[in-house]
């Protein structure tokens, strides 16, 4: 076999045609703007939920589940769209998985321990443990 012939890449001009070289000299006449100021978001839960439920029941479970074990969150009564972001925390600082079933979050594993001091800071008045 014969030696591939190689390019040379060494020019000024590049490899290829550049299909915006002739939008480089507007470049300089566009206002470059002022950077939007992003909206001030708050993580604390007092702020993100005026209201926080009065009271929780947080509950462990294996039955119905092939012996996997899970924790409930009961009795919040919070609507729908604040239930699936109060999961999404819950999910991320315990690390596992959830859903919701019913008007109950299902968290995965014995979070017994954890969930009533999690709870707490989000505002809740009164956890109970069953």
Do not use: H
């Not at 009065?54 to 074990?69: C, F, L, M, T």
Request: glycine residues 10%.
């Amino acid at each position: 076999m014969s030696k591939k012939k190689r390019i040379d890449t060494s020019k000024a001009g590049g490899l290829a045609a550049n299909p915006f070289g002739a939008l480089e000299s507007l470049r300089e006449s566009l206002d470059p703007g002022t950077p939007k100021a992003e909206p001030e978001t708050t993580s604390t839960p007092e702020a993100r939920n005026k209201k926080p439920p009065q009271r929780a029941v947080v509950r462990y479970s294996r039955a119905g589940r092939g012996g996997k074990e899970v924790t409930f969150i009961e009795q919040l009564g919070l609507p729908p769209n604040q239930m699936k972001q109060w999961l999404r925390e819950l999910k991320k600082i315990l690390g596992c998985g959830g859903y919701i079933e019913d008007d109950r979050l299902v968290v995965a594993g014995d979070q017994r321990d954890r969930l009533p001091g999690l709870l707490e800071e989000r505002g809740v008045r009164k956890v109970t443990v069953s």
